[in-house]
């Protein structure tokens, strides 16, 4: 292990100022109190610069699982705390999310899908749906189910509001360092080595979004996850086709999801076959990767756009005016990786975030402040537990490409 000097002593460090990290630093200070000032984030980059800021933000509730349901139900209710905390709305746009099926086949899997929310649901036949959402054909949609709760918001304003009450708390934030390795010491986690020099905690939360599985496995720990591109359009503003109070739409059918943006329409669409990349191999910086033109972001576009236009008349006609994409993680099985390392003591995980994680990010924030500190948390962690695929080599194309299949087999928002 290298030694270098050192930087920082801590109980807690968490690896990561994107919205998880802000997330889990946040609950951290609300369960410590005066004791936050040992909790450290480091990040590299200027907090929530990373895949945070390129988030669509859907905070959709119907997620086919209790688990993943009940950490996204956390987050409306940490949005609600820190509003009151902070004195301030934080943009949260409750327009609800529709749940469209093209098929009779898809009408089942939907019914699936929100049977298990315990949050109110409406179903539309496609005349209903259309009166929602005009930019719909009414003759494409076989059922919709309407969800009023849900909503978006902006993903870099809702991780600011964590870094601040975070910071009001106590907890110290250090952006600067690179994380070059998690230090172990008589098999357990002794801190970590920075290219400013080490900072030793007998704690560390690796939240470092796509980076989390390069810098776990410097630990030994492979975990069960890997990069994945996501990306989305938006149309030129049409304010009469795409008004602001437009529901979210999540289309399964065409394998994509809208919201509206000022007057104009954010798409996704998530493709027959998404990329992943190699944990260890990414730059520091994902805005120095070539994301659009691996295999062409447009390749994907043209692929899904027929689909898509059957549901969405209006696009023919609406121009694309911006192409966003970025990198999430993904699993193999959809879920998240969070918790207890149990083979390395002192390690714990909050990533995974297989495409939802702003949506997810208070309930996760709580339950892994939760497993550090060993006090009883709201959410079981056992479905998302980082050792629950076996052992994996994160650099494996196997696990790159299952985790890829995961993401273009998505159904939910
Ligand atoms: C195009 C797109 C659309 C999306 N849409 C949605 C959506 O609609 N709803 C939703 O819930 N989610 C969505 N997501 C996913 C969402 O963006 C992520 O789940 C979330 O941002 C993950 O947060 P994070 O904190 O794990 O990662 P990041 O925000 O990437 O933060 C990780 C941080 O760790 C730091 N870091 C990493 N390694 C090191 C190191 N070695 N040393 C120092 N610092 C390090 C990085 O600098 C970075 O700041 C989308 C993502 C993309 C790309």
Known sequence: MTAGPVLDRSEIVVVGAGVL?????????????????????????????????RAAALLTRARGDAATAALVRDTYAAITSLEEELDEDLGLRRVGTLHVA?????????????????????WLDGDGAARLAPCLSAE??????????????????????YRRSARRAGVRIMTGPSVQAIRVEGGRVAG????????????????????????????????PQAPVRSQYWITGQHPDLFPRNLPVL?????GAYARPELGALLFGLRGRRSLAFDPARLPDDTAGLDLADADGGWQTLEEGWQALARLCPPLLQAGIAHYVSGLSTYTADGRFVLGPVLEMPGLFM???????GIAASGGIGRAVAASVLATPGS?????????????????????HDACAAARSGKITG
């Open 21 to 53: 990290g802000l997330a889990v630093a946040w609950a951290l200070g609300q369960a410590l109190g005066p004791a936050a000032r040992s909790v450290l984030v480091v990040d590299r980059h200027p907090p929530a610069t990373q895949a945070t800021a």
């Open 102 to 122: 093209a098929s009779p086949a898809r009408v089942e899997a939907l019914r699936t899908l929100v049977t298990d929310s315990t949050d109110p649901v409406d």
């Open 140 to 161: 494409a949609v076989e059922r919709a189910a309407f969800m009023p709760l849900d909503g978006f918001i902006d993903p870099v304003r809702l991780a600011d509001a």
């Open 192 to 223: 970590i080595d920075t290219d400013h020099g080490v900072i030793s905690a007998p704690m560390v939360v690796n939240a470092a979004g796509a980076w989390a599985a390069g810098l776990a496995w410097t630990a030994g720990v492979g975990l």
């Open 250 to 254: 999540v289309m399964p059918d065409a």
């Open 350 to 356: 909050a990533t995974g975030c297989c495409g939802a």
């Open 379 to 399: 959410v079981d962690l056992s479905p998302f537990a980082p050792g629950r695929l076996g052992g994996v080599d994160p650099c494996s194309p196997a696990l």
